[in-house]
């Protein structure tokens, strides 16, 4: 079989001088140079694990040493390790004492009678291969933490089956007003008028049937003060400490809803003014044009002075007609505005 090519760096815990030959045996079957290192008590251990020149991949752990044995060295040894896995090796079999070793933080748990090359060399892998994605999974949720509490927008996570808040950032214990164990107390509906909460549960109920539901929308929330805001709501769903939930970005737009509120008021002024420019304003007019005919028609010798003045009055009349029809057309292309869109 071929042999592994990487160079690994192994710490070898084990003062039984037989049992280190057999480790070192068995591991050289699997892989071609490994760089092997023997310490045979804890406190030599503890040298070469406190010297920040020494690297290792993998440490295998005797659980019984002269200067300390089972858990306190677990533990001992794993304080100095930090990042580096950490494999026990014991000629016992107690399977509730292995299992509390897991529970400590130890990579694997092997029994020497039972120890083959194979064995060992995938105890090497697994181990390494645990670390590694232990990290990723670290550095991912240490990401996750610092995008989530350095957004500068409000965000949160709350349980889709209960709606309590699991997790709140920065930014929405500043603009909401209610502090971090006060929002952990509360539910999603705590934050919406009393009016809403129909509509809120309607929406959850169909997220949790997987009906497809729009990840942006326009909320009312309401303050701890109070006061109620417009925002804009873009959610995801994920899994949080291992319950389904929701992340919440919430943006703020009550002073652009405002804004908007304002000029619709101010187009529906318009057309109201339009309106009765169209309606009211061209009757009098009409008429005026009428009596305007009529003098023209039935007063006799009128004077070429009063004819040139009639006419005058004509053409102001229908200059004052086109303006008021030209209005009334811009107003019927004022369209309502969608705060939905906003």
Excluded: C
């Excluded at 950490?86 to 079999?93: D, E, I, K, M, Q």
């Excluded at 670290?138 to 996750?144: A, D, M, P, V, W």
């Excluded at 995008?147 to 808040?165: A, C, I, N």
């Excluded at 006419?311 to 086109?322: P, R, T, V």
């Amino acid at each position: 079989m071929r042999k592994d090519e990487k160079s690994y760096h192994i710490l070898i815990i084990e003062d039984n001088l037989g049992d280190n030959i057999l480790i070192e045996e068995y591991l050289t079957e699997n892989i071609l140079n490994p760089k092997l290192i023997r310490a045979d008590t804890f406190q030599s251990a503890k040298v070469l694990l406190e010297n920040r020149s020494n690297s290792f991949d993998i440490i295998f752990l005797d659980l019984s040493l002269p200067d300390l044995s089972g858990e306190p060295l677990i533990v001992g040894v794993l304080n100095l390790a930090v990042d580096t896995p950490v494999v026990a090796l014991t000629g016992f079999s107690d399977v509730d004492f292995s299992i509390k070793s897991l529970g400590l933080g130890i990579s694997d748990y092997l029994l020497k009678d039972e120890l083959t090359p194979i064995i060992l060399y995938k105890s090497v892998i697994y181990a390494i291969q645990r670390r590694r994605f232990t990290d990723q999974i670290q550095k991912s949720e240490k990401r996750y933490s610092d995008l989530f509490q350095l957004s500068p927008l409000p965000m949160w996570v709350y349980d889709l089956e209960t709606l309590h808040f699991l997790n709140i950032n920065k930014a929405a214990i500043s603009h909401y007003g209610y502090s971090d164990e006060e929002f952990l107390a509360m539910t999603i509906l705590d934050i919406r008028p009393q009016e809403d909460a129909e509509y809120v549960l309607n929406l959850i109920s169909d997220t949790r049937q997987g009906h497809k539901v729009s990840q942006k929308s326009v909320s009312r929330h309401k303050k701890k003060n109070g006061e109620l805001i417009f925002v804009e709501v873009t959610i995801n769903l994920l899994i949080f400490n291992g319950r389904d939930a929701v992340m919440v970005l919430v943006n703020d737009i009550t002073e652009r809803y405002n804004y908007v509120e304002t000029i619709e008021k101010q187009n529906q002024t318009f057309r109201e003014i339009a309106w009765i420019q169209s309606h009211v304003v061209r009757a009098p007019l009409a008429r005026l044009l009428g009596l305007v005919n009529l003098l023209e028609s039935e007063i006799p010798n009128v004077k070429e002075e009063s004819l040139e003045l009639i006419q005058h009055i004509k053409n102001s009349a229908f200059e004052l007609d086109e303006i008021v029809r030209d209005i009334s057309k811009k107003s019927e292309q004022i369209e309502p505005l969608d705060k939905n869109e906003i």
